[in-house]
């Protein structure tokens, strides 16, 4: 239960300040400071042994925001399989959210953009992005909105259609217990079950984290 005497989680974060200016001396990109808050992404590849014995590594990419804006987030979560790369932004659109696709040709070490993911119900506040899981065969993504619907949050799956080769919603994910404050789908995993057959639809299960519900039920939103 939450305590009467103090606000709830929903109701303190409405009263905090949202995006608050950068400090003094943040870096600044083109001579705005706030927006070195929309993010990048940087890919490294483990090089071969030096004559040392040791492997170091290269930067082989840098990735930035394909919505160039101030507070986008881009990068805060990302989701990397062999030629699949997942990256959230749930900044975009009043923090919204989104969550942009990215793929390479097998063997190459060139990330383009394939697509950028929206939820199906968007709405400002949701964090859509927040957390991604990827199945290993590449075609399952799931994506985590800790503050949609009041802060109990959800999560949203997607998969590569095999005839399209497009990312479509195919589920929502809610706690039918949830409380506002619950923040399901914090963190993520996808497990790919045996007998799957991947990007022609395959089996999985899926696993999504609530940051402020115990395992007995007990919420704690307003601690």
Not at 39 to 68: D, M, N, V
Not at 119 to 131: E, I, L, T
Not at 182 to 193: E, M, P, Q
């Amino acid at each position: 239960m939450i305590p009467t005497d103090k606000p709830s989680m929903a109701s303190r974060s409405l009263c905090m300040p949202r995006r608050p200016p950068p400090p003094a001396g943040w870096p600044s990109i083109n001579g705005d400071a706030a927006a070195a808050f929309s993010g990048t992404t940087l890919l490294y590849e483990r090089a071969p042994p030096a004559p040392s014995g040791l492997a170091g590594w290269i930067l082989r990419q840098t990735l930035l925001s394909p919505q160039p804006a101030p507070y986008t987030i881009f990068g805060w979560h990302v989701a990397l399989r062999s030629n699949t790369l997942a990256v959230g932004a749930y900044g975009v659109d009043q923090e919204a959210g989104a969550v942009h696709v990215y793929s390479r040709a097998p063997g190459g070490s060139v990330w383009s953009l394939n697509t950028t993911l929206y939820a199906s119900d968007r709405a400002p506040d949701a964090y859509f992005g927040w957390s991604l899981a990827l199945s290993a065969d590449e075609s399952s993504l799931l994506v985590g909105a800790a503050r949609a619907n009041e802060l109990r949050g959800q999560a949203y799956a997607f998969e590569l259609q095999p005839r399209t080769f497009q990312w479509e919603e195919v589920g929502v994910f809610a706690d039918p217990a949830g409380f506002p404050g619950d923040r399901y789908g914090t963190s993520l995993a996808v497990n790919t079950l045996a007998g799957g057959t991947g990007v022609s639809g395959g089996a999985y299960r899926f696993l999504i984290g609530s940051k402020h519900k115990a395992a007995n039920g007990v919420h704690h939103a307003g601690l």
